[in-house]
Nanobody, 127 residues
Framework: QVHLVESGGGSVQAGGSLRLSCAASGYTSSNVYCMAWFRQNPGKEREGVATIHTVNARTVYADSVKGRGTISQDRAKNTGYLQMNSLKPEDTAMYYC???????????????????WGQGTQVTVSS
């Protein structure tokens, strides 16, 4: 059974940085999967932020975080990271880690492409 645990959220002023972590258990070194970060505010749709293919390390970013966010992984630890710089108040949200199989070898930012989800970590950016 796959289990995802996020950490690293918190409160930061605009212009600051945060590094979110997602520890995944239940995978082996031979598993091929996508790890993604999503965010959501109450009453809003869940938005895909970034995703990484755990084997070829190809990444996809939402336009809203391009140039400010970097997704990475440590395969040995089955842990993924999202480094967010130059944070803006509009980045405030609950951030979720998710994993799922690639589709035709690629990773998507669509929530329906993921079948395992963490509990989330809150990021609050004040102006």
């Amino acid at each position: 059974q796959v289990h995802l645990v996020e950490s690293g959220g918190g409160s930061v002023q605009a212009g600051g940085s945060l590094r979110l972590s997602c520890a995944a258990s239940g995978y082996t070194s031979s598993n091929v999967y996508c790890m993604a970060w999503f965010r959501q505010n109450p009453g809003k749709e869940r938005e895909g932020v970034a995703t990484i293919h755990t084997v070829n390390a190809r990444t996809v970013y939402a336009d809203s975080v391009k140039g400010r966010g970097t997704i990475s992984q440590d395969r040995a630890k089955n842990t993924g990271y999202l480094q967010m710089n130059s944070l803006k108040p509009e980045d405030t949200a609950m951030y979720y880690c998710a994993t799922g199989p690639p589709s035709w070898g690629a990773c998507t930012l669509r929530p329906d492409g993921y079948n395992y989800w963490g509990q989330g970590t809150q990021v609050t950016v004040s102006s």
